[in-house]
Nanobody, 117 residues
Framework: QVQLVESGGGLVQAGGSLRLSCATS????????MGWYRQAPGKQRELVAT???????NYVDSVKGRFTISKDNAEKKVYLQMNSLKPEDTAVYYC???????????WGQGTQVTVSS
C-alpha cells in the first residue's frame, strides 16, 4: 500500500514562509512525477508545481518566483518551499505521485495552509 504523508502546513502571516514535506513509501519513487496541488474552499483542486523524474520543474503562474519544489530521491520525499505567502495561497495542499506509463496516481491526505492578512 503506497502512502503519501504531507506535513508542514499551518497558519502564517502574509509575507511569511512555510515548507511542506511529503514522505512516501514508494519503492520506485524515482520513476514518478511528483506534484503539489491545492484546493481552496469552494474551488476546484489546482496544480501548484510538479517535478519530473529527471528533475524538471513546472509551476502555476501565480506561484512562480515564490514557491520552489524539490525532492530527495534517497529519502523518497518531495518538498514545497513557499515564500512571500499571500492570503490567496490559503488552501489544503495535497501531494501527488503520478506515473503515466503504468497509469498510476497517488494522493496524500492533505495539509492545511492558512495565510492571514
Amino acid at each position: 500500500q503506497v502512502q503519501l504523508v504531507e506535513s508542514g502546513g499551518g497558519l502564517v502571516q502574509a509575507g511569511g514562509s512555510l515548507r511542506l514535506s511529503c514522505a512516501t513509501s514508494m519503492r520506485t519513487f524515482t520513476m514518478y512525477t511528483m506534484g503539489w496541488y491545492r484546493q481552496a474552499p469552494g474551488k476546484q483542486r489546482e496544480l501548484v508545481a510538479t517535478i519530473s523524474s529527471g528533475g524538471s520543474t513546472n509551476y502555476v503562474d501565480s506561484v512562480k518566483g515564490r514557491f520552489t519544489i524539490s525532492k530527495d530521491n534517497a529519502e523518497k520525499k518531495v518538498y514545497l518551499q513557499m515564500n512571500s505567502l499571500k492570503p490567496e495561497d490559503t488552501a489544503v495542499y495535497y501531494c501527488n505521485a503520478r506515473n503515466i506509463n503504468i497509469n498510476t496516481n497517488y494522493w496524500g491526505q492533505g495539509t492545511q495552509v492558512t495565510v492571514s492578512s
